[in-house]
């Protein structure tokens, strides 16, 4: 089993930036490939960000690209979600999810461990 707690969540203005962490616990971290999800209100779960087991290989949503950054800390089993230049639509509930596919995923059925989210409110 591998925990993940998100924080880092809130309530901010467009054009401002908040960071994402995920703390795993459990099993050993640097064993799964790490991706960011988010689910807005209304619609389905949807892809932000990944990146591979050892944080050489990381893949980003269009809509996110250029903007958002993911990275690890395989010591501090944590994964990390940079968020500047926030807009309204960034609105969601994010998650961050485990999988053991070793470049991770886009799909979010092939990842093994969820947390349980954080709020992420931009406001006009």
């Known amino acids: 089993q591998v925990q993940l707690v998100e924080s880092g969540g809130g309530l901010v203005q467009a054009g401002g930036s908040l960071r994402l962490s995920c703390a795993a616990s459990?099993?050993?971290?640097?064993?799964?490939?790490m991706g960011w999800f988010r689910q807005a209100p209304g619609k389905e779960r949807s892809f932000v960000a990944r990146?591979?087991?050892?944080?050489?290989?990381?893949y980003y949503a269009d809509s996110v690209k250029g903007r958002f950054t993911i990275s690890r800390d395989n010591a501090k089993n944590t994964v990390y979600l940079q968020m500047p230049s926030l807009k309204p639509d960034d609105t969601a509930v994010y998650y961050c999810?485990?999988?053991?596919?070793?470049?991770?995923?886009?799909?979010?059925?092939?990842?093994?461990?969820w947390g349980q989210g954080t709020q992420v409110t931009v406001s006009s």
């Open positions: 999810a485990a999988t053991i596919i070793y470049y991770g995923s886009s799909n979010p059925g092939e990842y093994d461990y």
């Open positions: 459990g099993r050993t971290f640097s064993n799964y490939a």
């Open positions: 990146i591979s087991r050892s944080g050489g290989f990381t």
